[in-house]
């Protein structure tokens, strides 16, 4: 079997794992490691922009990095660690003004400075966009980078699970996608970037590659998850497709109206309207569908017609080519149907408790990006903040791992023994599941999509969540059982399909548990049984373990600081 050693592999080659790689390129022997070829990650499909308080318009002259927080920690329901969002806050003007120097291509104000937008939650306009294909934009702009800096791409492997030993990290198993061979890295630090796992969700906003594999692999592993009951559904995904139409739509001024032709957002949050949290706005337009004020008991409309041409050409040209080619409609003078689609996961792979940014409970591995959970947004993310977060936390931990230096690794006996063991897992597997005669995985990623979609969604209450665990658990047993035509190993993406399940049902079960476990409403986390926050029982992080009897779940506080706990009033 095929070796590879290396100072640090960072498995995810989208923002996040492209900025630490770059940051530990620069001293260090780095490996990235992506299932799809490095400017296909998902990040390239951010559409609205980059949170920083530049202060570029005279409107928002006065805004401050604190400023910047204290919205972060209110849209979190104040569940975010204000430690961390304070660094991120304070870190956002000079990783922006980077980005720039690397030469990103953002959109100018007549001025010449870097134009920013309004978006939900936000105290200021301050998002940083380039038109609204942000993503695309810093994403080419760091690959270039990371390029120059010799980071050695390893485009078309899938990390199948992590490798320990003597309780720590030793490297990750991998299979070449094209050449379909396993293939070990061997490091002392391993950094997870691979994303979020909204495809645990029927509908989502998301790419089909975003499986969580690194969250399953990690909780293999023994290392937690946390917060996974809050996920974030954003307001406006096309009606449909669910594809995102990007906030920086309501950002510039578009409006939402219901079947009676009002902008019911005025009832929810009379100041904030249309640009109040996402949790906010996602909940008021199904209370208007569920009320009987949607258009065909479904979506409400959005309203850009207004901007005219000119402005929608030049800012929102991405909203409109998708409105055209998804919905037959040009929302230069037609209005697009939204509904609330699954859009971002706000909880991940747990972090030490005030440990080092990413790093994780188990020695060696850091987290980062959308399948971590530093913490930065609580129960509901601001839109515009998590671009904000890979690129300042790779560059973060970079920097830290950098000024720790390398650790020496375990035996070398030691290591190989538990490489050989990672194969013969994998093997193992691979010759279950072609000699099972269950189900087929698809079957099976429906059911657990549909039991999500159905019964984890905007709304939630006690039957719901329960049915959902069930139907989960029933599909783990299932899964066991899982039958794959061949497992010969090339481009066999009947194989990869079903790795990713593996992950995913495991995500999955840990979210139902979790939103299960938190009897409250908080964020994006509602409960009809539940409607009330309740900090006295609830102001904690959720950690969920697997242990040899099932799921157990265990809190972990949050850190408060400067912003002092209170209701959210927008
Ligand atoms: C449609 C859309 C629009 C958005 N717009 C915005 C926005 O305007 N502003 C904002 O702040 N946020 C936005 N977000 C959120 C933001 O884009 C993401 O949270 C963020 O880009 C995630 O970056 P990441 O580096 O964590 O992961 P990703 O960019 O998803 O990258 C994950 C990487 O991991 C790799 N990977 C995964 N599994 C494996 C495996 N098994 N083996 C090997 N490699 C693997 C993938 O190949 C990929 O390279 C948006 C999200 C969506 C869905």
Not at 14 to 33: C, D, F, H, M, P
Not at 91 to 104: L, Q, R, T, W, Y
Not at 347 to 359: C, H, P, R, V
Not at 394 to 406: E, M, S, Y
Request: a negative charge.
């Amino acid at each position: 079997m095929k070796i590879e050693e290396f100072d640090v592999i960072i498995v995810g080659a989208g923002l996040s794992g492209l900025r630490a790689g770059l940051e530990l390129s620069s001293k260090w022997n780095t490996a990235i490691i992506s299932k799809v070829y490095p400017v296909r990650s998902h990040s390239g499909a951010a559409q609205g922009g980059i949170n920083a308080a530049l202060g570029n318009l005279e409107v928002s002259k006065d805004d401050t990095p604190k400023g910047h927080a204290f919205d972060t920690v209110k849209g979190s329901d104040y569940l975010a660690d204000q430690n961390v969002v304070m660094f991120m806050c304070e870190e956002a003007p000079k990783i922006v003004i980077e980005f720039e120097s690397m030469g990103a291509p953002f959109s100018r104000l007549e001025s010449g400075l870097i134009a920013q937008r309004p978006f939900g939650g936000a105290g200021f306009p301050r998002t940083c966009y380039a038109g609204d294909r942000t993503g695309h934009t810093l994403l080419h702009t760091l690959y270039e980078q990371c390029i120059r800096n010799n980071v050695a791409f390893f485009d078309e492997y899938f990390l199948i699970d992590l490798i320990k030993a003597n309780e720590k990290i030793v490297g990750i198993i991998t299979l070449d996608i094209p050449k379909g061979e396993f293939v070990i890295f061997r490091a002392p630090y391993v950094i997870l970037a691979t994303g979020g796992f909204g495809r645990i969700f029927k509908h989502s906003t998301n790419a089909l590659i975003n499986t969580g594999d690194g969250n399953g692999a990690a909780f293999r592993a023994g290392v937690p998850m946390q917060d996974c009951e809050f996920v974030q559904f954003h307001p406006t995904t096309l009606y449909g497709t669910n594809i995102l139409i990007t906030e920086g739509a309501r950002g510039e001024g578009g409006l939402l109206y219901n079947t009676e032709g009002d902008r019911f957002m005025s009832k929810t949050a009379p100041k904030a309207m249309e640009l109040a949290p996402r949790d906010i706005v996602a909940r008021a337009i199904d209370i208007e569908v569920i009320e009987g004020r949607g258009f065909e008991n479904a979506y409400v409309h959005l309203d850009v017609t207004h901007l005219g041409a000119e402005k929608i050409k030049e800012r929102l040209p991405g909203i409109r080519e998708i409105s055209i080619n998804f919905a037959g409609l040009d929302p230069i003078d037609e209005l697009i149907p939204v509904q609330p689609g699954q859009h971002y996961s706000m909880g991940g792979i747990a972090t030490k408790y005030k440990g080092d940014f990413g790093e994780t409970d188990l020695s060696g591995l850091y987290v980062i990006g959308e399948c971590s959970c530093l913490s930065v947004h609580g129960a509901n993310r601001l839109g515009g903040n998590s671009l904000l977060e890979t690129s300042v936390f790779g560059r973060a931990i970079g920097r830290n791992l950098l000024k720790k230096g390398l650790i020496q690794l375990p035996p070398l006996d030691e290591i190989k023994k538990a490489e050989v063991n990672a194969l013969n897992v994998i093997e193992n597997l691979l010759k279950q599941w072609e000699n099972n005669s269950g189900k087929k995985p698809v079957e099976i990623r429906d059911a657990m999509g549909e039991t999500m979609n159905r019964n984890v969604g905007v709304f939630r209450k006690q039957e719901e969540l329960e049915k959902a665990y069930e139907d989960l658990k029933k599909l783990q047993k299932e899964f066991l059982n899982v039958h794959v035509r061949t497992t010969d190993l090339k481009f066999n993406y009947g194989v990869l399909r079903t790795l990713e399940l593996r992950n995913m049902l495991d995500i999955a079960e840990v979210t139902a548990y979790a939103a299960l476990w938190r009897k409250e409403s908080r964020g994006a986390h509602y409960r009809w049984d539940y409607p009330k926050r309740d900090d006295g029982n609830f102001l904690s992080h959720s950690l969920v373990y697997r242990t040899k009897d099932g799921l157990e779940l265990k809190k972990k506080d949050v850190i408060l600081g400067i912003f002092e706990v209170k209701e959210r009033v927008y």
